[in-house]
């Protein structure tokens, strides 16, 4: 169950990872040129299904804000625990895949994906007790996280969130 939910993660970031813009490299700090390179490195068979994986995570996360709205909660549930348990990936990747995956990818990484999944599972408890303060603090921790590891993974697809020196002159 680990290995899946390390994967999961990989697989929500991986397009933002998975054509880097060179004009940027320059500027991303080393832990991110680290991830983009263990990611570039992935086999294209696996960089395929991770892409895969994340388009799923992230069509299930924008179906959640309706079901939340119209109180849907079997919705949530079911969406959240597919995110949990990964849509596509528990179903394809081989030991040698997974081995690929832990052996190219940083610490860091591994332990947001962990986070990342956990935090579907308890949004989808919560959404089978028909808790909409908690399933509204979950869903927002959930993408809390995603943002997380783009600022620390993903820099380079998502500029906006990288972080910039302070200027210690600015008034």
């Known amino acids: 169950m680990?290995?899946?939910?390390?994967?999961?993660?990989l697989a929500?970031?991986?397009?933002g990872l998975s054509y880097a813009d060179d004009?940027?490299?320059?500027?991303?700090?080393?832990?991110?040129?680290a991830a983009s390179a263990g990611v570039q490195a992935l086999s294209a068979d696996l960089r395929s299904l991770l892409s895969q994986e994340m388009q799923a995570i992230q069509y299930?996360?924008?179906?959640?804000?309706?079901?939340y709205a119209s109180g849907n909660w079997s919705e949530i549930e079911t969406t959240a625990g597919k995110i949990k348990s990964s849509y596509i990936l528990m179903q394809h990747l081989s030991k040698a895949q997974v081995e690929e995956l832990h052996s190219l990818l940083p610490a860091e990484f591994i332990e947001k994906d962990e986070n990342f999944h956990y935090l579907a599972g308890m949004l989808e408890h919560a959404a089978k007790h028909k808790k909409p303060e908690l399933v509204n603090?979950?869903?927002?921790?959930?993408?809390?996280?995603?943002?997380?590891?783009?600022?620390?993974?993903a820099t380079h697809k998502f500029p906006a969130l990288s972080v910039k020196p302070k200027n210690e002159h600015a008034h």
Request: net charge positive; aromatic share 8%.
């Open 12 to 15: 929500v970031l991986l397009p």
């Open 60 to 67: 299930g996360m924008m179906s959640i804000i309706p079901a």
């Open 2 to 9: 680990k290995n899946i939910i390390c994967i999961s993660l």
């Open 137 to 153: 603090f979950y869903f927002s921790e959930m993408n809390r996280s995603c943002v997380s590891c783009h600022s620390a993974f």
């Open 23 to 33: 004009q940027h490299k320059h500027q991303e700090p080393v832990k991110t040129q």
